[in-house]
């Protein structure tokens, strides 16, 4: 009787430790999307250039399209300063493509509460 308490005890023990782990461990790893929509859309989020809304067509939307959406929370400001790209035009890009980044959730160093303006544009 005394085993089958301690059995137990034991799994219930296993079953909180899995649960309350930190979930870090299974992020999902977009660096390979950030870098294939940042070169595939490099001319449209130029910060040198005029915003043109891209063709759905086009090779930077399919890259949008295919990609997840943590290609915004992976872009560092250093990223848009050396590679000189706008984060405001990668969220306008990923809209106007169909992926829109979702309210709350930062682009790099654009602020969350801009993606409500954003949405109404």
């Known amino acids: 009787m005394a085993t089958k308490g301690i059995l137990q005890a034991m799994v219930f023990a296993l079953v909180f430790t899995i649960l309350s ?8 790893d977009c660096y390979r999307d950030k870098d294939l929509v940042l070169h ?4 449209d989020i130029a910060v040198s250039t005029p915003y043109v809304r891209p063709r759905l067509d086009s090779q930077c939307c399919h890259a949008v399209q295919e990609s997840t959406l943590c290609v ?5 400001r250093e990223e848009e300063g050396r590679l000189r790209i706008s ?3 990668l969220a306008s890009v990923a809209k106007d493509c169909g992926k829109p980044v979702p309210s709350g959730e930062n682009c790099g160093s654009m602020d969350p509460l801009l993606f409500i303006i954003l949405k109404k544009m």
């Open 21 to 28: 782990t930190h979930q870090a461990c299974g992020e999902e």
């Open 87 to 89: 984060a405001f035009k």
């Open 40 to 43: 595939k859309c490099e001319s």
């Open 72 to 76: 915004c929370r992976t872009l560092a």
